[in-house]
């Protein structure tokens, strides 16, 4: 994608800030629903299959909205696909608030996931092609604000929480970030961006390409390698003698450092490259987890934050590099594929969660022992995938060295 190049420097900057702010929110959502999630459970006597259905609906409507916003952005821009994602984030929010059951926030949780998807779908393109020579630098460092909307919204749930203060009060917070973007995008006009590839039907004939194929694969494995333990990190961690929302808040917190400065490291080692190390850490991460305890926890979550940090950004970045015909479309169902994939795991998660709770009852385990135990057991489950990643990341590191 190439941008024009009369576009100011105050421009760009400020759609970047929108973008990033946007991002927040979305990171936001996933930070305190994980905080809440039991608390919604023991309010309206809710399964954790149950729970993993109504998180599952914010992954679920991610890829909806990605599908959307990819297939439209040619044709309606970026400015009027991050004002739906405005309108979606504010109704969905108001809409939690007030939900009075399963339901209810089934549906509030779809619309919120919607407009993350749209956050993504607009954001996305829109910085590659005003930044056409640093793509995967700069996205990362765009990227840096999920991690970092996490930690905000970790500390403010856990804050919140000791306070005494109810789930409903930490949702309403999330509205705060959603009218300052709101406010930044009224009377602005996004700049006028020309690409290479702004035929839809062209992405669409590029999609059927071997390596775009492959990263779609391996992105659906990332997604859950990377959000399947910090969705569920309260029931898997609480037994641990960690707090569970500190070591959201310390995983995060390095994954936005280590974003910010992604360009060097990029060069470096090259995309694959990242994203095979970055698999090797994952697992190692997990694994630690299950044989550690106490303070310990934090040195595992350490390394699991090197390795998950630079996936999503990362393979973002390899679609843009190396499928570039798929354009802003490629883009977004990138993304989509990995959301789409977190949302059919999440109820599985969920039934994991209640399957090694039940184990270890009956294994005579009570308290915080049979919490731990069943940790443990959820943690193996989830150390697969990374596992898988490193096969894959290995394979496409050492084809495309090759190459080049």
């Not at 500390?155 to 005494?164: C, F, I, N, Q």
């Amino acid at each position: 994608m190439n941008a024009v190049t009369d576009i100011s420097e105050q421009d760009a900057k400020r759609v970047f800030n929108i973008s990033c702010i946007a991002l927040i929110v979305t990171a936001m959502t996933f930070a305190i629903r994980a905080g809440i999630l039991g608390e919604l459970g023991e309010q309206y006597g809710l399964s954790g299959e149950e729970l993993g259905w109504i998180a599952s609906m914010a992954f679920l409507g991610f890829p909806f909205a990605m599908m959307f916003g990819g297939i439209l952005y040619n044709a309606i821009g970026a400015k009027l696909i991050v004002w739906l994602a405005f309108i979606g984030h504010a109704l969905g929010l108001i809409l939690t608030i007030v939900a009075d059951g399963f339901w209810g926030l089934m549906i509030s949780t779809f619309l919120v996931g919607f407009a993350n998807g749209l956050v993504e779908a607009g954001c996305n393109p829109i910085i590659a092609q005003l930044y056409p020579n640093n793509k995967t630098a700069m996205l990362n460092r765009f990227h840096v604000w999920f991690p970092g909307g996490i930690v905000i919204g970790s500390l403010v749930s856990a804050g919140m929480t000791k306070l005494g203060l109810g789930w409903e009060a930490q949702v309403a917070t999330m509205l705060v970030p959603t009218a300052i973007y709101g406010f930044l995008m009224f009377g602005f006009t996004f700049p006028k961006l020309e690409t290479e590839d702004d035929s839809t039907s062209g992405n669409l004939k590029a999609l059927i390409n071997p390596i775009y194929i492959f990263l779609a694969v391996c992105m659906t494995i990332t997604a859950v390698s990377e959000f399947g333990p910090g969705q569920w990190i309260n029931q898997i961690l609480e037994a641990s003698g960690a707090t569970p929302m500190l070591i959201l808040a310390l995983i995060t917190g390095i994954m936005a450092l280590g974003r910010f400065y992604a360009g060097p490291l990029v060069h470096k080692l090259s995309p694959p490259g990242v994203l095979f190390a970055s698999a090797i850490l994952a697992t190692l991460g997990l694994f630690l987890m299950t044989q550690l305890s106490g303070t310990a926890v934090y040195i595992a979550a350490v390394v699991f934050a090197l390795g998950i940090t630079y996936f999503w950004p990362t393979m973002i970045g390899c679609t843009t590099e190396y499928t570039p015909k798929t354009g802003a479309l490629g883009m977004s169902l990138m993304g989509g594929a990995g959301m789409f994939a977190m949302s059919a795991w999440n109820p599985i998660i969920g039934g994991w969660v209640d399957s090694a709770t039940s184990s270890a009852a009956a294994a005579g385990l009570e308290g915080t022992e049979a919490s731990l135990a069943a940790g443990n057991e959820v943690l193996n489950s989830l150390i697969m995938f990374p596992l898988v990643l490193i096969v894959l990341f290995g394979a496409f590191y050492f084809v495309m060295r090759k190459k080049a």
